[in-house]
């Protein structure tokens, strides 16, 4: 299986910085892409960024300009350097990882997608 373990996350004033890490081990293949997802309370979860192993990026509109993905690809791990935060961005940070991984009994890899535990970030005024 692929465990992802995400650290980072707490608690920040408005217009201050947070840097979430995630890391994934396991009988890994290749990822095609990681990425976070937020929750707020009464709201769904929904895209924050993600970046594929070529190096493109994708942000969700409210994050675009004041966010950065990053990866390294050696170690299966990625970043979100979250500048200039607002109290809107406080929810909770999953960060997922997709692609290819071993199973038992097959020799072939074939596709994985895992999620991490979960980081909370508070944003205070």
């Known amino acids: 299986q692929v465990h992802m373990v995400e650290t980072g996350g707490g608690l920040v004033q408005a217009g201050g910085s947070l840097r979430l890490s995630c890391a994934a081990s396991?009988?890994?293949?290749?990822?095609?892409?990681m990425g976070w997802y937020r929750q707020a309370p009464g709201k769904e979860r929904e895209l924050v960024a993600e970046?594929?192993?070529?190096?493109?990026?994708n942000y969700g509109d409210s994050v675009k300009g004041r966010f950065t993905i990053s990866r390294d690809n050696d170690n299966d791990k990625a970043y979100l350097q979250m500048n200039s935060l607002k109290i809107e961005d406080t929810g909770v940070y999953y960060c997922?990882?997709?692609?290819?991984?071993?199973?038992?009994?097959?020799?072939?890899?074939?596709?994985?997608?895992?999620w991490g535990q979960g980081a909370q970030v508070t944003v205070s005024s």
């Open positions: 997922y990882a997709e692609g290819l991984r071993y199973y038992s009994g097959s020799s072939l890899p074939l596709d994985f997608g895992s």
């Open positions: 970046i594929t192993g070529g190096g493109s990026t």
């Open positions: 396991g009988s890994i293949f290749s990822i095609r892409a």
